[in-house]
């Protein structure tokens, strides 16, 4: 069922507004948004948090997150002072029903409540807002709601968090955000494989031997140890980015890009990945914690040293895994993952290797042939790359050399001239647009959760614990044995 398109909302009410995420990524997304003219017409900002700022008190704190986090080239004195004069500010206290009248009271006249409520908050006062937000009568039909990870701890959790939402919206207004969604090339996979002849008669188990899904990371805590100390690599990022991409390789091809069909094809997948029990901890997982090491040439401390983080924590600050997706496309194929912090270098890749031709009629001359290798890369730089075997230049008359080359499509080149936007940019288009299509249903947060859960728990009951790795190093040695041990390895 297609939805009638959602009224433009009156107003954009940026929760947690002097939080790190709004300075970095949410008020610079706006402003890039104002800039090119994509805001309705006469779009109220509102900042909300409990500092107690006044509107130019506030002005002043989005001046300098637009200062440091949007390129020089991209502002003017003029813009920024035209976008900052868009914006008012109110000092919030959620839990207090006067503090959410006087928020309300900042609002122009609201038809039906349309109006988009982004909570860049802790998830633990989701509940709260919704609540309060109800109780002042801003929640009408056409109103929209934000949400940000992580959508709880676990599957008890998350539906906590799910269900105090839930009580004040209904599904279609909630839009749960997860970043990698918005990134440029997540959503060129869909154009890749479904605006191409080319690879979906061979995206099954019977053309593609392995997958393999990598999101690396050179950062470490962070100073964000009170979350992540309670989280880990698993929690933070198998649960959302890697299920997610994990989904969209795997999912069958919607009927079109409307937000159900897209949702309906991704949930399937998630209630097809096979659960690991305690019987295939030690086959299919490898959690890791780095010790003291150097990342681009410079030492860093290790885990446990890092301020914030527990004594003697089991946390786990890589991860590598073996996923299997029991159904009839993908039945045998493995899709072996692997997240950390503190690895060499930074990047988010998804390989997927084709199978071996059927018979190599160069054997004779001793020449290998490496399988057909699909690389898409989604950071730093935006690549798609086609390994293909070629002969090497030359005489050579004891049979053919033959070398695997990359057909590449460099999207920074194809499209050069195109400003990179920022993932949250796509996502605050389309919520202001109300096109749920890159963000994630409920149901697929808790088959996430289901399948992340039984992992913890076989941790837990196994006393699987983090094996060290040296920062800088690509994860514990058991991390590369882990793709050796069915006959694959994974691509550098
Ligand atoms: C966040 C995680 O969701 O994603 C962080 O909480 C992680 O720990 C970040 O660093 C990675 O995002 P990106 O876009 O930099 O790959």
């Known amino acids: 069922m297609t939805l009638p398109p959602a009224a433009p909302p009156v107003a954009l009410i940026l929760f947690g507004a002097t939080g790190d995420l709004s300075q970095r990524m949410l008020i610079p997304s706006l402003y890039h948004l104002w800039r090119d003219g994509l805001l309705p017409k006469g779009l109220v900002l509102v900042g909300a948090a409990r500092s107690p700022l006044d509107d130019d008190g506030f002005r002043a704190f989005a001046a300098e997150s637009l200062g440091r986090f949007v390129a020089a080239e991209h502002k003017d004195d003029a813009s920024v002072a035209a976008f900052l004069q868009d914006w008012r500010y109110s000092a919030v206290d959620v839990n207090s029903a006067d503090s959410m009248a006087t928020l309300k009271a900042t609002l122009p006249s609201l038809t039906d409540g349309n109006v988009v409520f982004y909570l860049a908050t802790s998830p633990s006062i989701y509940g709260s807002i919704a609540q309060g937000l109800q109780q002042a009568g801003m929640t009408g039909g056409q109103s929209r709601v934000v949400i ?165 924590s089991i946390n786990d600050s890589f991860v590598a895994l073996r996923a299997d997706i029991d159904n009839w496309r993908w039945s045998g194929v493995p899709f072996y993952i692997r997240t950390g912090k503190r690895m060499p270098t930074r990047y988010s890749e998804i390989v997927i290797v084709f199978k071996p031709v059927p018979h190599n009629i160069f054997g004779r001359g001793g020449g290998i042939l490496a399988p057909n290798k699909l690389i898409i890369r989604l950071q730093p730089e935006e690549v798609i790359s086609l390994m293909v075997m070629a002969k090497e230049p030359g005489l050579a008359r004891d049979g053919m050399q033959m070398r695997d080359v990359p057909l590449d499509v460099s999207l920074t080149t194809a499209f050069a001239g195109q400003r990179r936007r920022i993932a949250y940019e796509r996502l605050m288009l389309d919520v202001i647009e109300g096109n749920g299509t890159l963000f994630v249903r409920r149901d697929e947060v808790e088959a996430a959760w289901a399948w992340i859960d039984a992992i913890a728990e076989g941790w837990k009951r196994t006393g699987h614990t983090p094996k060290p790795y040296t920062a800088g190093s690509w994860g514990p040695s058991s991390a590369i044995a882990l793709p050796e041990r069915f006959g694959h390895r994974w691509h550098d």
């Not at 919607?254 to 990945?273: F, G, Q």
């Open 148 to 312: 940000e990870k992580p959508i709880g701890k676990n599957l008890a959790t998350s539906i906590e968090v799910n269900q105090a939402v839930g009580k004040i919206f209904r599904e279609e207004q909630i839009y749960r955000i997860d970043h990698y969604l918005g990134k440029e090339t997540v959503q060129n996979l869909l154009v890749l494989r479904f605006g191409n002849m080319l690879f979906e008669p061979l995206w099954n188990n019977q053309g593609i031997e392995q997958v393999q899904i990598t999101l690396s990371e050179t950062v470490g805590v962070e100073g964000r140890a009170a979350y992540y100390d309670t989280m880990g690599a698993l929690r933070d990022m198998v649960q959302n980015h890697v299920l997610q991409l994990l989904a969209l390789v795997a999912m069958e091809p919607p009927s079109d890009m409307n937000a159900a069909a897209v949702r309906n094809e991704k949930i399937k997948v998630l209630r097809s990945l096979r659960p690991i029990t305690p019987d295939m901890i030690s086959t299919h997982t490898v959690a890791g914690q780095y010790t003291a090491g150097a990342v681009n040439s410079g030492a860093v401390k290790g885990y446990l040293d890092e301020d914030g983080v527990a004594q003697n």
